[in-house]
Nanobody, 120 residues
Framework: QVQLQESGPGLVKPSQTLSLTCTVS??????????WNWIRQSPGKGLEWMGV???????TYSPSLNSRTAISRDTSKNQFSLHLSSVTPEDTAVYYC????????????WGKGALVTVSS
C-alpha cells in the first residue's frame, strides 16, 4: 500500500516561496512509469493540477503556474517537493501530493493534504 504524506509550513507570507515535501512509503518514486503529482484546492474552488515529476526525474507544469512552480526530488529519502514562488493570498489552498501513472494523468494514491495560508 503506497502512502503519501505532505509536510511544510502552514503559513507563508506574500511574495515568499511556498515549499512542501511529500514523503512516500510503500513504494519508490523511481518505480518505472510512476508519476508524482502536486494538486491544490483553494477555498470554494475545484481541484487544480499543478505539476508532476516522473520516475525518470522529468517534470511538467501547469501552464498557468509554470513560471512560479518547481518540483524536485530526493531519491535517497523517497521524497519529492513543491516550490511555488511569489505567492499571494490567492495561493491559499489545501495542497495534495498524489501518485499517478506516467503519461495517463490518472492518480490512484493521495496524501491527506496540507493547508497552506498565505497572509502577512
Amino acid at each position: 500500500q503506497v502512502q503519501l504524506q505532505e509536510s511544510g509550513p502552514g503559513l507563508v507570507k506574500p511574495s515568499q516561496t511556498l515549499s512542501l515535501t511529500c514523503t512516500v512509503s510503500g513504494g519508490s518514486i523511481t518505480t518505472s512509469y510512476s508519476a508524482w503529482n502536486w494538486i491544490r484546492q483553494s477555498p470554494g474552488k475545484g481541484l487544480e493540477w499543478m505539476g508532476v515529476i516522473n520516475y525518470d526525474g522529468s517534470t511538467t507544469y501547469s501552464p498557468s503556474l509554470n513560471s512560479r512552480t518547481a518540483i524536485s526530488r530526493d531519491t535517497s529519502k523517497n521524497q519529492f517537493s513543491l516550490h511555488l514562488s511569489s505567492v499571494t493570498p490567492e495561493d491559499t489552498a489545501v495542497y495534495y501530493c498524489a501518485r499517478g501513472d506516467y503519461g495517463l494523468g490518472t492518480m490512484d494514491y493521495w496524501g491527506k493534504g496540507a493547508l497552506v495560508t498565505v497572509s502577512s
